[in-house]
T-cell receptor
Framework: KNEVEQSPQNLTAQEGEFITINCSYS?????LHWLQQHPGGGIVSLFM???GKKKHGRLIATINIQEKHSSLHITASHPRDSAVYIC???????????FGAGTILRVKS | NAGVMQNPRHLVRRRGQEARLRCSPM?????VYWYRQLPEEGLKFMVY????????ESGMPKERFSAEFPKEGPSILRIQQVVRGDSAAYFC?????????????FGSGTRLTVV
């Protein structure tokens, strides 16, 4: 079993829909990151969380430390949101990130 | 204020050659991390360096791979005698510190193709 599990693996949505991507982890962490990667592109850090909830524009990220679970929400989705969204946890000693397999999101207009 | 700069963006090497990948961290960042993304696979940690020191190399293959972050200049990931299985995207990230309050900034990656 992977240390970081994401669901779903693939997600297709219509423009305007509310989207949720889930992440569960099984190890101790110092922080959790949500990342975005476009095909053939670089990686953009969206959020870094160690507790609670953060919001940036149409993106919201939450984390429940007790349940070892985080969610990324996209409100009013748009085709430009189409990308791979990756959950990554930072190890307790802070030395490295352990990544989920990613969620491939496609938003259709 | 440039972010993390990686070069080259694309690198083609023949089997047996050496590959050198460079990473210049964000200004003010002294912590550098290298990650590898094999085709159709997720990202995997390779090595974590601070200036002149390797802090954690638990993800580095035992042979042919090495990394450095000298006092002056970029961090270098060096792959000797490349094989087809080394073809991947190599990403560098930097941070100001490794504590939980410090975020990561990623570079655009170097796509290595071994022919």
């Amino acid at each position: 079993k992977n240390e970081v599990e994401q669901s779903p693996q693939n997600l297709t949505a219509q423009e305007g829909e509310f989207i949720t991507i889930n992440c569960s982890y099984s190890v101790g962490i110092s922080a959790l990151h949500w990342l975005q990667q476009h095909p053939g592109g670089g990686i953009v850090s969206l959020f870094m969380l160690s507790s609670g909830k953060k919001k940036h524009g149409r993106l919201i990220a939450t984390i429940n430390i007790q349940e070892k679970h985080s969610s990324l929400h996209i409100t009013a989705s748009h085709p430009r949101d189409s990308a791979v969204y990756i959950c990554a946890v930072r190890s307790s000693n802070g030395n490295k990130l352990v990544f989920g397999a990613g969620t491939i999101l496609r938003v259709k207009s | 204020n440039a972010g993390v700069m990686q070069n080259p963006r694309h690198l083609v090497r023949r089997r047996g050659q050496e590959a050198r990948l460079r990473c210049s961290p964000m200004k003010g960042h002294s912590h550098v991390y290298w990650y590898r993304q094999l085709p159709e696979e997720g990202l995997k940690f390779m090595v974590y360096l601070q200036k002149e020191n390797i802090i954690d190399e638990s993800g580095m293959p035992k042979e042919r791979f090495s990394a450095e972050f000298p006092k002056e200049g970029p961090s270098i990931l060096r792959i000797q005698q490349v094989v087809r299985g080394d073809s991947a995207a190599y990403f560098c990230a930097s941070s100001a510190n490794r504590g939980e309050g410090y975020g990561y900034t990623f570079g655009s990656g170097t796509r290595l193709t071994v022919v």
